[in-house]
């Protein structure tokens, strides 16, 4: 079990940082550390599977060098700017630190694709279960030794819609003291936090894109990019309160801008555009900037890094 803690108290303006992984990793993990890999089952027996697997797996690199694209460079930068210690909220692994060596794995509870734990599952599956779960792993650090005593600087959490609904349940289970440094960000998140939570959502919206612009995907991480690095320093030692309404002031008088609205084809249609595009460039990042402003077309980061794999080992074979 990782024990990996922050810096004493004063020793920076956060705590923590807490964002969700990242789909893109610097090392390929091999099919034995994918969710398919696993044999369909109840989820019980595929949480069990899943973290006898983690025991198996060799450790590669350390979760910070493992997790690559844009929302986690920019947490980097984000825990750099704080003096905060990093942590990913990974559905493969647990809460687990920037610095801990993990493995390099293909798990995650969104979508159907080859890395869908939730597809593995026979029934319906249980994000909130299975987060419980993954936090009993070999690599996963304990949520609650995050707020010594001692220390009350916040802590910070970026989080998606899916993540949030697997996340929440544990982050609720805080004692008030704890509650009370937490400083939450994302899209639209109150209608899924219980209220306890809900009350220490920052007010970013839509208009973040006029500040510090980028894809919907990595709204979270740009939020708290933004925060760590310009809310933080501007109010030091405040209360939820006076950070909700620094945040209101950053954005007042900043208008979202109207973005293109790209249609959404197939995975064959996406893939034949890859096809199309790859003597031009075979970088991830670059091809998904191409084919959404030269196509006009919509993919999500983690849908498009499924579909270019496909679409390379279609082309080998």
Not at 74 to 79: E, I, V
Not at 233 to 256: K, M, N, S, T, Y
Request: charged fraction near 20%; hydrophobic fraction near 45%.
């Amino acid at each position: 079990m990782n024990n990996a803690t922050g810096g004493e108290a004063g020793g920076g303006l956060a705590k923590a940082l807490l964002v969700p992984c990242a789909s893109r990793k610097s090392v390929r993990p091999a099919t034995s550390a994918c969710a398919v890999s696993l044999t369909k089952a109840q989820q019980p027996d595929i949480e069990t599977a899943w973290l006898d697997r983690l025991h198996k797996l060799p450790v590669q690199r350390p979760a910070g060098a493992l997790y690559s694209g844009r929302g986690f460079h920019l947490a980097r930068q984000a825990a750099a700017a704080s003096g905060g210690t990093l942590y990913a909220i990974s559905a493969g692994l647990g809460l687990v630190a920037a610095e801990q060596v993990v493995p390099a794995y293909g798990l995650t509870i969104v979508g159907r694709g080859p890395e869908s734990v939730s597809a593995r599952v026979v029934g319906r599956f249980d994000p909130t279960a299975w987060w419980c779960a993954i936090s009993s792993g070999p690599f996963a650090t304990s949520l609650l030794s995050l707020f010594k005593p001692e220390d009350d600087r916040p802590v910070l959490v970026a989080l998606t819609q899916p993540y949030a609904r697997m996340f929440a349940t544990a982050l609720d289970s805080l004692p008030d003291i704890a509650i009370a440094r937490l400083r939450i960000v994302g899209v639209n998140l109150t209608s899924l936090l219980p209220g306890r939570l809900a009350s220490q959502t920052l007010p970013y919206d839509e208009r973040l894109q006029a500040v510090l612009p980028g894809t919907r995907a990595d709204f979270p991480h740009r939020a708290i990019a933004h925060f760590a690095t310009n809310g933080l320093g501007a109010q030091p030692g405040a209360d939820v309160a006076e950070h909700r309404r620094w945040v209101e002031a950053a954005l007042a008088g900043r208008i979202a801008p109207v973005l293109p609205q790209r249609p959404r084809l197939s995975d064959e249609d996406i893939m034949l555009l890859i096809e199309r595009h790859l003597p031009e460039t075979k970088a991830i990042g670059r091809l998904l900037r191409l084919i959404r402003d030269r196509e006009h077309v919509a993919c999500e980061q983690a849908r498009f890094t499924r579909l270019y794999r496909a679409t390379i080992e279609r082309r080998a074979a």
